[in-house]
């Protein structure tokens, strides 16, 4: 589930952006807890942390980060920016999941409709909603 998750880099901006949703994960020094890899914080269902506000989580000695999944992370550009994310696959007809190309638009609110040569494509998924979210935050 891993991939399910923004990389701590992204996390980081995120947060500087103003993100302070709820998560069930984060990212942590903690411990044996490496920074690569998004920690569960609790099993116990509706268990969350939001942006700096729990003081649970403040310390000293170790840093946290919230790692949300990157359908929160579109659907928060969505809500709170006004920011729109669409996505389209490309490939042939017999193609392989390795051979398809994804390509993505940025939509907002007010702004320009983009162009056929706006968009950002690569072959990975996640690169690609990655890369697509960082340039929306480009953005706020």
């Known amino acids: 589930m891993k991939q399910l998750f923004v990389p701590i880099e992204l996390a980081r ?3 500087e952006k103003g993100f302070d949703e709820r998560c069930f994960a984060m990212y942590t ?3 044996k807890f490496g920074l690569e890899s998004p920690v569960a914080i609790s099993q116990h269902e509706g268990s969350s942390i939001k942006g700096d506000r729990n003081s649970d989580f403040k310390s000293t000695e170790f840093e946290y980060v919230t790692a949300p999944i990157y359908q929160q992370v579109t659907d928060w550009l969505r809500d709170k ?3 729109y994310i669409e996505m389209l696959v490309e490939g ?3 193609a392989t999941p390795n051979e398809l190309y994804y390509r993505t638009f940025i939509w907002q609110i007010g702004k320009p409709k983009p162009e056929v040569s706006d968009d950002i494509g690569c072959s990975d998924y996640y ?3 990655q ?3 960082e340039e929306a ?3 706020i």
């Open 131 to 133: 890369r697509t979210i």
């Open 81 to 83: 920016h006004k920011i």
């Open 127 to 129: 690169a690609i909603l």
């Open 137 to 139: 935050l480009e953005r």
């Open 29 to 31: 020094n903690r411990y």
């Open 92 to 94: 042939l007809d017999d």
């Open 13 to 15: 901006k995120l947060k």
